[in-house]
């Protein structure tokens, strides 16, 4: 690395016209920083100023004239104290303390005059009951009112039905609903091939319902007929037992249960399409409805046909029939 001493050594044997440096202003001798060219390929250095541009061959360098900074010397003696200055502003005032201790209760002061009187208090609790007295003589008695209209509900009347086919109520004068209780009629039961045994008929079902009547108008009730048995085959079907209007709508029904085939029982009655207030449907292979406990039973169905163990054909029984009972 070139010295400040040999730079300028070389600088002062050097023409500022020298073909190597553009044609500039003198160097800067009041900047802390040099600036020179340097030749690249015999190293000799053109000291510049800071706008000069290095020509082609030559390439541009530059360093501080300061050295590097020196160890931190000794602290020097302190100086005497200054004169005090001026008081500052006062302060902002600090929080408040805590409260002190109360102090001793000073003596009672003279009584004062009387207030007006306050308004009155909300009245006490109801006291207890007091003892019955003693009963009063009876008074005679009132005359008797008339008789008033009769109400509603209850029954005055039943009559059972227990005819196959159609039989026919007429509605007393003040009646304008019935309750019926129906029974449809059983199947027959199957007839009994050489050692196959028919089946037992099934039973009918059970309605309970209230209709509206006209009062004075005649319906006819029918009773299902049972099934009727046949030889070696499938019984018939119980027949339904109905309650129709005068215009001869059904207005309620119980279905019959159906007739048995060889070996299996029939079905007991539908409730389908059955919209009555309570409804059953028949048993499979016999049961019927009683109207009351341990009463009659109504709408089995018939038995089947025994096996004879030979190839002639037994006749299964016949459904019973169904009933109907209308209450008013």
């Known amino acids: 690395m070139l010295s400040l001493k040999h730079v300028l050594v070389l600088a002062s044997a050097l023409s500022v016209s020298s073909p ?8 800067e001798t009041t900047s802390t920083t040099i600036h020179a060219c340097v030749n690249n390929s015999t190293g000799e250095v053109f000291i510049i100023t800071s706008t000069t541009t290095c020509k082609s061959g030559l390439h541009a360098v530059s360093w501080s004239v300061t050295g590097p900074k020196g160890p931190e010397g000794p602290k020097g003696p302190e100086g005497p104290k200054g004169a005090e200055g001026p008081k ?52 005679s008695a009132g005359a008797t009112g ?27 004068s003040t009646i304008q609903s019935v309750m019926l209780e129906m029974v449809g009629a059983g199947g027959a039961g199957g007839g009994g091939v050489g050692e196959l045994p028919g089946g ?36 018939g079907n119980g027949g339904a037992s ?26 007991g009655g539908t409730t389908t399409g059955n919209s009555g207030t309570f409804v059953v449907a028949g048993t499979a292979g016999g049961g019927g409805f009683s109207f009351v406990t341990g009463g009659k039973v109504y709408g089995t169905g018939g038995g089947g046909g025994p096996a004879t163990g030979e190839t002639g054909e037994d006749q299964g029984s016949n459904g019973a029939t169904g009933a109907v009972v209308v209450w008013w």
């Open 242 to 267: 109905q309650f129709l209007n005068p215009s001869d709508t059904v207005l309620a029904f119980a279905n019959g249960g159906s007739g048995a085939p060889i070996l299996t029982p029939g079905l």
């Open 20 to 27: 190597f440096v553009a044609r500039a202003a003198e160097p």
């Open 146 to 172: 008339s008789t008033g209209p009769q109400g509603p509900g209850g029954f005055n009347g039943v009559k059972l039905f227990t005819t196959a086919g159609d039989n026919s109520f007429t509605v007393p």
């Open 88 to 139: 500052g502003a006062t302060g902002a005032k600090g929080a408040t303390g805590a409260t002190g201790p109360a102090g001793a209760t000073g003596p009672a002061g003279p009584t004062g005059p009387t207030g007006a009187t306050g308004a009155t208090g909300p009245a006490g609790p109801t006291g207890a009951t007091g003892a019955t007295g003693a009963t009063g003589a009876t008074g």
């Open 200 to 235: 037992v008929g099934g039973g009918g079902a059970y309605t309970k319902t209230i209709v509206s009547v006209t009062p004075g108008a005649t319906y006819t009730v029918v009773v299902g007929t049972g099934g009727i048995g046949v030889d070696g085959g499938t019984g």
